[in-house]
């Protein structure tokens, strides 16, 4: 025999402390402003860094296994929409990177100097440890979370 199923309510008053304290009087009447607020832009104070850039040499896909790795950038912007956006707003002036270093990345400013550099010994892999790397990455190249082969 069927049964119907009785809704109960999940409701529970709350243990935790109220986030806002209750007014201990009237609020002050605010007068309205004699002129319209005009919001501004954040300005980001970011310098030109082009010139720290390095450019990459010239892709050769005969040098590598998988040349198609190369073409496969992802990101979640629709750089034009964007480019567009600023434009429209007039906001290009005031993000004049903006647009560039989302395509090409962000340039990480100057560097000092390398004077020293500590390579240290590693150990050599034995024939159990590469065959557990190479069923991590065939795993991880089967669920999606990584391109490959890269060697």
Same mark, same amino acid.
């Given at each position: ?57 010239? *892709? ?21 929409? *964007? ?69």
């Amino acid at each position: 025999m069927a049964t119907a199923l009785t809704k109960l309510s999940t409701f529970a008053l709350s243990a935790a402390a109220p986030l806002t304290m209750p007014s201990h009087g009237i609020a002050g009447l605010v007068s309205p402003l004699e002129e319209p607020l005009t919001l501004l832009p954040l300005l980001l104070d970011y310098p030109d860094l082009s010139h720290t850039i390095k450019p990459c040499p010239a *892709f050769n896909p005969s040098l590598h296994l998988s040349p198609e790795i190369f073409d496969s950038i992802v990101q979640p912007y629709n750089l034009s929409a *964007f480019e567009n956006i600023l434009a429209l707003h007039d906001l290009t002036q005031a993000y004049p990177f903006l647009v560039q270093n989302l395509h090409h990345g962000f340039p990480l400013g100057v560097f000092p100097k390398i004077h020293r550099m500590v390579i240290h010994k590693s150990l050599p892999f034995n024939s159990d440890s590469m065959a557990t790397i190479t069923a991590y990455l065939d795993k991880e190249l089967l669920a999606g979370r990584m391109s490959g082969p890269l060697i």
